[in-house]
């Protein structure tokens, strides 16, 4: 069974800093994609980016970026120039040929 | 806005009784999932439906269950109802093209929030 480890429970970082989520995740799956989900206080679930597993760039969506090493199968995702907006738990997630497996997620601060 | 539709948006209800949950899925989504997301937790995969039919199952409960209608909604019933069955559901849609069934990011609906009392 595939597995998503978010081994931060929680993170804080200065406005306008950058700041790293770790993910990693355990899969015998050669096609997949991997994901990070925003959850805002309002509890809404909102994508952020995706990554095709066959692509060795990594995928970038304005100020949201991810590194992704297949071979360690790690999935970390970067924030540029945190805004107080992105305070929020963040999810990572793996989909194979079926379901969605999520992290446990990170919480994330942002400090003015 | 995700085209995803839950309703009802709250639900109050005691133990022991049955509520059913509600989930429109984007325009031209086939496949719909419903997940549960207890207070300061992740999402647990419940099951998974595509055009009608079940295709996969996660750690739903016996007294849950679900199924997807013609027109593609989809409905969770919850029965005989505990304090811990308190959770947010999530209704979410994908694309899920057969061929390619990862090529396909789910769009989550704002989900229901029950209250077992």
């Known amino acids: 069974a595939q597995t998503v480890t978010q081994s931060q429970p929680e993170m804080s970082v200065q406005e306008a800093e950058t700041v790293t989520l770790s993910c990693t995740y355990d899969t015998s799956e050669s096609d997949y994609y991997l994901f990070w989900y925003k959850q805002p206080p309002s509890r809404q679930m909102i994508l952020v980016i995706r990554?095709?597993?066959?692509?060795?760039q990594n995928a970038t969506e304005n100020r949201f970026s991810v590194n992704f090493q297949k071979a360690a199968k790690s999935f970390s995702l970067k924030i540029s120039d945190s805004q107080l907006g992105d305070a929020a738990m963040y999810f990572c997630a793996y989909k194979g040929a079926q379901k969605l497996v999520f992290g446990q997620g990170t919480r994330l601060t942002i400090n003015p | 806005d995700s085209g995803v539709t839950q309703t009802p948006k709250h639900l109050i209800t005691a133990t022991g009784q049955r509520v059913t949950l509600r989930c429109s899925p984007r325009s031209g989504d086939l496949s719909v999932y419903w997940y549960q997301q207890s207070l300061d937790q992740g999402l647990q995969f419940l099951i998974q439906?595509?055009?009608?039919?079940?295709?996969a199952k996660g750690n739903i409960l016996e007294r849950f269950s679900a199924q997807q209608f013609p027109d593609l909604h989809s409905e969770l019933n919850l029965s005989s109802l505990e304090l811990g069955d308190s959770a947010l559901y999530f209704c979410a849609s994908s694309v899920g093209d057969r061929g390619n069934p990862a090529n396909s990011p789910l769009h989550f609906g704002n989900g229901t929030r029950l209250t077992v009392t």
């Open positions: 439906y595509y055009n009608g039919e079940e295709r």
């Open positions: 990554q095709e597993a066959y692509k060795q």
